[in-house]
């Protein structure tokens, strides 16, 4: 999921929006429409996941083909030196510690402000 953001994103940096929709269309339909399809054949729920992975890839690799037709430098393969490397680390490390610590401080807030209202 997080792959098929990632290319959705860069398509619609790009202002293609017309691919997204094309691709996103058909995947919400197939969320409801192929667990449905395999109820006839089947109940269970590993059946059904797998129909609903099997779309996810679909989605994954139509986004794939449409950055690299898009971009068409997205398919040479980049090359990664240390400097940007070390730049995506470090805004990832900052981009994790913001995940991790909004929630903690969130609900330091809610403990703090009832602590004090007793006061």
């Known amino acids: 999921m997080i792959l098929t953001s990632g290319l959705r994103g860069i398509l619609e940096a790009y202002h293609r929006f017309d691919i997204t929709n094309a691709i996103r269309t058909p995947q919400g339909l197939w969320t409801f429409i192929g667990p449905l399809g395999a109820l006839p054949f089947s109940t269970h729920l590993d059946v059904i ?12 690799i139509l986004y794939w083909l449409a950055v690299r037709r898009v971009i068409p430098a ?4 980049g090359r990664v030196t240390l400097s940007s ?10 981009t994790t510690l913001s995940k991790v610590l909004s929630p903690v401080m969130d609900y330091m807030d809610r403990f703090l402000s009832v602590e004090f209202s007793v006061w």
């Not at 996941?49 to 994954?60: K, S």
């Not at 997205?74 to 393969?77: D, K, P, R």
């Open 49 to 60: 996941v797998a129909v609903l992975v099997v779309g996810r890839l679909a989605t994954t």
């Open 85 to 94: 490397a070390r730049e995506l680390v470090s805004y990832g490390g900052w």
């Open 74 to 77: 997205a398919s040479e393969g």
